[in-house]
């Protein structure tokens, strides 16, 4: 089993920046790739960014350019950064840390979510 815990979240103005962090305990061994993902009122659960074991990064369309993906894999730890600088209103929502198991491709795990809100 993998736990998440994700950290960073916060009300911040338009132009602005926040870093989010999730550091995974447990079974942290098994985990592979790793991803944030955001969710907005009335809308559905979309990829923001995510990196493989190997510190490969991809990126929405959305948030090229302005958000950072990176991961420590030092021993007995893993964890994933993302850093979102020039911030819009449109980046609101509950953002999400997912690890894909590298054993079970059909396992993942969630964090519970940390509130990111962007102002005009």
């Known amino acids: 089993q993998v736990q998440l815990a994700e950290s960073g979240g916060g009300l911040v103005q338009a132009g602005g920046s926040l870093r989010l962090s999730c550091v995974a305990s447990?079974?942290?061994?098994?985990?592979?790739?790793m991803g944030w993902y955001r969710q907005a009122p009335g809308k559905q659960r979309e990829l923001v960014a995510a990196i493989t074991s190997g510190a490969s990064p991809k990126y929405s369309d959305s948030v090229k350019g302005r958000f950072t993906i990176s991961r420590d894999n030092a021993k007995n730890k893993n964890t994933v950064l993302l850093q979102m600088n020039s911030l819009k209103p449109a980046d609101t929502g509950v953002y999400y840390c997912?690890?894909?198991?590298?054993?079970?491709?059909?396992?993942?795990?969630w964090g519970q979510g940390t509130q990111v809100t962007v102002s005009s």
């Open positions: 447990g079974s942290v061994f098994s985990i592979g790739d």
């Open positions: 997912k690890a894909d198991s590298d054993y079970d491709p059909l396992l993942d795990y």
